[in-house]
């Protein structure tokens, strides 16, 4: 990648971080001023794109269940709200022609339903970053989000070899064999180690995969995304995945860069994108009365609905597939590329207030929840524990196995993700799975039957919300929780948190006490004593 790329996608993504926004719109503003100066995006920029977006659909496959997308919260929300989004956007398009509206009144029916249809996807790259920078990639509404972007990526593909007409080969059959060689797959993964080899073998099995899928005419990406499914229940697929976080945000740079090279605009195509974002509502409005009416609740619906609300990059290939194809003029790929960008930046700022603005109305949303709720989404408080634990990672999970251990109180532990929660009642933990970031959580709990609330998650922003919601509920306990900088210690102190580890520090210092406690043994054992 050439300097000047780096240098601008640095100071701009820095400048934006400032304000407290995400760096990755501030990787989009550097590729429209890069374009603006008369730079143009080589081949290399497009690699590292595609890269990303590679890194990134694999990383999401091996955090996915697949079961999750025959829930009707998923395939039957994307079925209908893409459905009911058709129908709408084409009916304003159609209004806008009426209006005389420059480039609306120039497109038939099939044109007009193409760029409903490239509108109705939401940004894979856009959501998936939003979500682990706000470290909610594994909250329930996360993993709805997740699930329909799945369902949204399974549809593109079936557009692109409808539009392109590249249709699989007759050895796409041959993928089931990979079921054949899974246990030699998992043998190889479980014998890599912790090393070098971690990061490398990731990058071999997802661009891998990426080539295989290519080879029998299916698009590379979806092959990333279901072999990352495939590894999903092995247990080294979550230090697999943390391996790769890195290299994808990196790559993913190059693919926000991109977007603002496939565009120059003028003011006409500016204020028609900004007439395009005025739909967002609409797309929010459908993806939450559609999730409340499948009895998701309210705060899940509200969040997944808001996340959802933007436009994909999908967008600009339905756009680029139709100039080649002489369905659409060039500038019309202009306008989306402005459009997906513009709605990029408005989730982004949006998001950062989601909680808040949800805590401040949350009654109004309330009225739309069903009386009904789904089974996981109930929750029964076991109210002779006094002590509860936030994230049963392995840091949880140490805290739970000491108070056992040494403690004469009781604990019980609260995660997000249902999968862990039950295996880990297998195992004889008393877990429980629920939200603890939704304040309607907190209301359901007896919160005079607790004492002290460990929050043991590795995100501070999460820490931080889930003491906000206890404050408001009303809570009289005392708090801990866990920082990994002196920074984040002092956020966290400074928050209300009552005591704040730090995660590696307090790590040194047990490590510490306990090895002195061998010798301290061994010289008061000593016969000479």
Not at 153 to 167: P, R, S, W
Not at 373 to 388: K, M
Request: aromatic fraction near 12%.
């Amino acid at each position: 990648m050439d300097f000047i790329w780096i240098f601008f996608a640095f100071v701009c993504g820095f400048a934006v971080k400032t304000v407290n926004l995400p760096p990755s719109i501030g990787f989009l503003i550097a590729g429209f001023v890069l374009h603006f100066f008369g730079y143009q995006a080589d081949d290399s920029l497009t690699i590292l794109s595609n890269l990303g977006i590679t890194l990134m659909l694999f990383t999401i496959g091996l955090k996915l269940n697949v079961k999750s997308l025959f829930k009707n919260e998923i395939w039957l929300t994307s079925s209908l709200h893409t459905l009911f989004w058709l129908t709408i956007t084409a009916s304003v398009i159609k209004l806008l022609a009426v209006l005389a509206i420059n480039y609306f009144t120039d497109l038939d029916l099939v044109t007009t339903l193409l760029i409903a249809f490239a509108l109705s996807f939401s940004s894979t790259v856009c959501v998936i970053k939003l979500l682990e920078e706000n470290g909610e990639m594994r909250s329930r509404h996360g993993r709805i989000s997740v699930g329909i972007l799945v369902i949204q990526d399974i549809v593109a593909v079936a557009f692109l070899v409808f539009a392109t007409g590249k249709t699989p080969s007759i050895w796409a059959f041959a993928l089931l064999t990979l079921f054949l060689v899974r246990p030699i797959i998992n043998k190889i993964v479980s014998h890599v180690g912790h090393g070098e080899l971690i990061p490398l073998m990731g990058f071999f099995i997802a661009f891998g995969s990426y080539e295989l899928f290519e080879l029998v005419n299916i698009k590379g990406d979806l092959g990333a995304l279901l072999i990352g499914m495939f590894l999903s229940s092995h247990p080294k697929a979550s230090e697999l995945n943390k391996s790769l976080m890195s290299f994808k945000d990196l790559f993913l740079i190059g693919f926000f860069l991109s977007i603002g090279f496939s565009a120059l605009p003028t003011l006409e195509m500016l204020n028609l994108a900004l007439l395009l974002i005025l739909l967002l509502p609409i797309k929010f409005a459908l993806f939450f009365g559609l999730l409340s009416l499948m009895k998701i609740r309210c705060r899940t619906a509200y969040l997944s609905a808001l996340s959802l609300s933007n436009f994909s990059e999908f967008g600009l290939i339905v756009a680029a597939i139709s100039v080649t194809s002489g369905w659409l003029t060039n500038d019309w790929l202009v306008i989306l590329a402005l459009a997906v960008a513009i709605s990029f930046v408005i989730t982004n700022i949006l998001y950062r207030f989601a909680h808040s603005f949800f805590s401040q109305h949350k009654h109004l949303f309330q009225r739309f929840e069903r009386k009904e709720s789904l089974a996981e989404d109930t929750f029964s408080q076991p109210t002779q524990v006094p002590i509860v634990i936030i994230g049963m990672g392995r840091v949880g999970m140490g805290a739970y196995r000491a108070i056992a251990e040494y403690s004469h109180k009781q604990a019980w532990g609260l995660d997000a993700e249902q999968d862990k929660v039950r295996w880990l009642q297998e195992q004889g933990v008393q877990a429980f799975y629920g939200d603890a970031e939704d304040a309607f959580f907190w209301e359901r709990i007896d919160l005079t039957k607790l004492e002290l609330i460990l929050l043991a998650l590795p995100n501070i922003i999460d820490s931080m919300s889930i003491t906000k919601q206890l404050q408001i509920a009303g809570y009289k306990g005392k708090i801990a929780a866990i920082a990994r900088y002196d920074d984040e210690r002092a956020k966290l102190e400074a928050f209300g948190v009552d005591k704040v580890f730090n995660f590696y520090s307090e790590a040194g210092v047990g490590f510490a006490d306990e090895s002195i406690a061998l010798i301290d043994n061994n010289a008061t054992s000593s016969p000479g004593e």
